[in-house]
């Protein structure tokens, strides 16, 4: 694992503060439907943002960490869009109105950074005193990609789910919203409206798809800086991605296949990273990209497919 000198976590992490008190404080500090439009631009600020760090991590860093950092970002923009499925089924299941469906997740993203940074920690603790913790990394993500490519789409029921059983427990839950508030007090108590319940769901969904995620970046690279910032970047523009994106989701018929393809591989790769069979950074970016290109393009060919019968 590369030692980076502290200023440049302190600066990065300066950065990211600076660009979400932008974002909630200035941009939208208002609360108000996301158009396509505007979600777009974000998304393109955002990917922007993020190749001009890969270009710095390349002149300061080499091509190998430019490369990982890439395919690291590529990797985990890919699983997140998976996770936007369950987040639009989520704002469908509780009626959530468009206009506060930012703030849930800006909150959520927040609480994502949170444990993605510690979930990174104790990752690079584990690999770096267990050697043998990377053919469990290894295993987890076989284990996730198999399910995915075998597994078929049930019903979710919220209602069951154990957050929102838990937080009844805890507190009293609205039957309706209260504007963008996630708590109101009726009474002498407070309760929880259905924005903070969404909120809680959000933040259990990254939670299930970060025990994924972050072993599928461990094994691109072992590099904690580059680990976490590829990280923060692919969620920072979850957000904007999840408006531009949230009427043509249902469209991507064969991504689900195509991560757990991927999965697979980076398993594979994790798998090999000790042998003279391991992969190299460039291989592995081409083999991601050329999984990805043809899932979409599948998806596309099935959606017009669909449209002619």
């Excluded at 959520?108 to 043998?132: E, S």
Aim: glycine letters at 6%; hydrophobic letters at 60%; charged letters at 15%.
């Amino acid at each position: 694992m590369t030692d980076v000198p502290v200023f440049w976590w302190v600066a990065f992490n300066a950065f990211v503060i600076v660009m979400l008190s932008l974002d909630l404080g200035v941009f939208h500090r208002k609360a108000h439907t996301v158009s396509i439009k505007e979600a777009l631009l974000w998304s393109a600020v955002w990917i922007t943002l993020a190749l001009a760090f890969n270009t710095w991590v390349y002149f300061e860093m080499g091509w190998l960490k430019a490369t990982e950092f890439f395919t690291g970002y590529v990797v985990e923009k890919s699983l997140s869009v998976d996770n936007l499925f369950i987040i639009a089924v989520l704002f469908t299941f509780f009626g959530v109105p468009a206009i506060y469906q930012h703030k849930i997740l800006f909150w959520g993203i927040f609480g994502a950074l949170v444990m993605r940074a510690l979930m990174i920690a104790a990752g690079a603790a584990l690999l770096t005193n267990f050697a043998w913790i990377t053919y469990v990394f290894a295993g987890i993500l076989f284990f996730t990609g198999i399910k995915m490519l075998v597994g078929t789409d049930e019903a979710i029921d919220f209602e069951k789910n154990i957050t929102i059983r838990l937080l009844r427990k805890v507190m009293p839950l609205t039957k309706d919203f209260h504007g963008d508030k996630f708590f109101v007090k009726q009474g002498a108590k407070w309760a929880a409206t259905p924005m903070f319940a969404v909120l809680i769901c959000v933040e259990f969904t990254d939670l299930i798809f970060a025990v994924d995620s972050i072993p599928a970046i461990f094994a691109i690279t072992q590099d904690t800086f580059i680990v976490y910032t590829s990280n923060v970047f692919a969620i920072l523009g979850l957000r904007s991605l999840y408006f531009a994106l949230s009427g043509i989701l249902p469209y991507f018929h064969f991504l689900k296949y195509g991560l757990g393809v991927i999965l697979c591989f980076v398993g594979a790769k994790m798998a090999l990273a000790h042998t003279t069979w391991k992969l190299d950074s460039l291989v592995s970016l081409g083999v991601i990209t050329g999984i990805l290109a043809i899932t979409i393009l599948a998806s596309i060919l099935h959606r017009r497919r669909e449209l002619k019968h």
